[in-house]
């Protein structure tokens, strides 16, 4: 049996797949509405300082763990912190992305739905009627959406089985590079409709007027949920860099695509919903009643509706790799064979798991915990609790248990920046990183 360690083939591939774990629904969908409700410009500058000094930071601690260790994180917390409790992080990385995909997976079948019908020119037919009612039957007919569901969870099983390189890395190499692509044609479109200008500034008018602390406190949260971090995926993922690559070079990758992403979502959504004269909705009714009915109004509608959910479903399928990825390398080690069985067995856990998030849209809708259905729930106990747990936990873990001058040597190796970048970041990481979550937790409890 071959049981030499998978690795990413290169820099590149291990940029484009973290990267894809990054660029998903957070960036491509939530963020761009919060920020148009939330302050504009001045909320997307809160949300980039956070991304680019708390964000990076951590993102460069979880890397750190990896490559240190190259080991899945219960090992690695294991190996650097022996006989003690810290081994929990990485369980609590397991069970918060199992967590996740069970209602990703939801939301990816509900992309796959309409991509589907998209294709067939129906969804931007003037004839298809309203589309807030259309949204609502889809997504209660509980066939339809569970065999999308479970597609989409089948094509994520296929892709990690696959491993490292031949898997993961060889789809994000195709998907990430025609998600920029689709992207950039969506943005030029976008911004050459008459009347797109409103659509931009509704986007970035800085409004510091409707930043409330809860604005703050979202746009951390958001930051971290956008970069993938509190769950260990980036410990995961880390383990199979050589020991050459440069850290820091690639985490600045990492954040700046993932930024960029988040700018180019806004500009490729806004425009069009003002330059048509509709209401720019909450939540998942932005992308699944107001965009197809933005692109009813424009000339090749059905092709740009399906090029932007070929781009959304590329961005959910990435994220989702990497989600799998976590549970199956800590259960699989470094066996092919084990790995086979390990994606078929937790894939379909993960899936049967998100069966009460698929429901509570139709059978389930009236079975509700704290007036949210079990879907929000969900969400809402993953992005609010677990997420940022995890995440005070690593800040704490890393400069508690990592001896300072390994660390220093994993993160400056081939980097020509020099001591006092390391300490800065070791004082965000020790201490303002777990103080500002500390914050942010409080108030999501509601204590402060
Ligand atoms: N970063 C993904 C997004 O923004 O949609 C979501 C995500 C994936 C969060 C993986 C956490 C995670 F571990």
């Not at 209602?103 to 004839?127: E, K, N, Q």
């Not at 856990?349 to 139709?362: A, R, V």
Request: net charge neutral; charged share 10%; hydrophobic share 55%.
């Amino acid at each position: 049996m071959n049981n030499t360690r998978d690795q990413w083939s290169s820099r590149l591939g291990f940029i484009l797949a973290a990267a894809g774990s990054a660029i998903g629904l957070g960036a491509v969908w939530k963020l761009p509405y919060v920020t148009g409700t939330s302050g504009g410009g001045a909320f997307f500058l809160i949300f980039l300082f956070f991304t680019l000094v708390l964000g990076t930071s951590l993102l460069l601690a979880e890397f750190a763990v990896g490559r240190k260790t190259q080991k899945p994180p219960v090992e690695a917390y294991k190996e650097l912190a022996p006989g003690t409790a810290w081994h929990w992080l990485g369980i609590l990385g397991i069970i918060s992305s199992c967590l996740i995909l069970s209602f990703y997976a939801v939301v990816g079948g509900w992309i796959i739905t309409y991509f589907v019908r998209s294709l067939s020119g129906s969804l931007t037919d003037p004839a298809s009627g309203n589309h807030e009612d259309l949204f609502g039957s889809i997504i209660s007919n509980p066939w339809e959406v569970g065999i999308s569901h479970l597609a989409f969870i089948i094509v994520t099983i296929i892709v990690v089985q696959g491993g490292i390189q031949k898997g993961i890395e060889r789809a994000s190499s195709i998907m990430m590079p025609a998600l920029f692509l689709i992207f950039l044609i969506l943005v030029i479109r976008s911004l050459t409709l008459d009347g797109a200008m409103e659509g931009v500034t509704f986007f970035l008018q800085p409004d510091f007027s409707a930043v409330s602390g809860d604005t703050i406190l979202f746009a951390l949260g958001q930051a971290f949920f956008s970069l993938s971090l509190g769950v260990s995926i980036m410990v995961t993922y880390s383990s199979y860099l050589s020991k050459k690559d440069n850290l820091v070079r690639s985490a600045s990758s990492i954040v700046g695509l993932s930024i960029l992403i988040a700018l180019l979502s806004g500009l490729a959504i806004f425009p069009g919903v003002f330059a048509f004269g509709l209401e720019p909705n909450e939540g998942p009714s932005l992308i699944f009643t107001v965009l197809p009915a933005v692109f009813s109004e424009m000339a090749f509608g059905a092709v740009f509706l399906s090029l932007f959910l070929l781009l959304l479903l590329f961005a959910t399928l990435t994220s989702a790799f990497s989600l799998l990825e976590i549970v199956v390398s800590s259960v699989a080690g470094n066996s092919p064979g084990r790995r086979k069985a390990a994606a078929w067995i937790a894939g379909i856990s993960i899936f049967i798991l998100g069966i009460p998030s698929n429901l509570s849209f139709g059978l389930l809708s009236e079975w509700l915990l704290f007036d949210k259905i079990f879907f929000d729930q969900i969400d809402y106990l993953v992005s609010n609790i677990l997420l940022p747990l995890g995440a005070l936990l690593i800040s704490i873990f890393v400069p508690l248990k990592m001896n300072r001058a390994e660390l220093q040597d994993e993160l400056l190796r081939g980097s020509s920046l020099g001591t006092s970048f390391f300490n800065t970041w070791f004082f965000i990481i020790r201490f303002v990183t777990p103080v500002a979550i500390i914050f942010a937790f409080l108030d999501v409890l509601g204590i402060w």
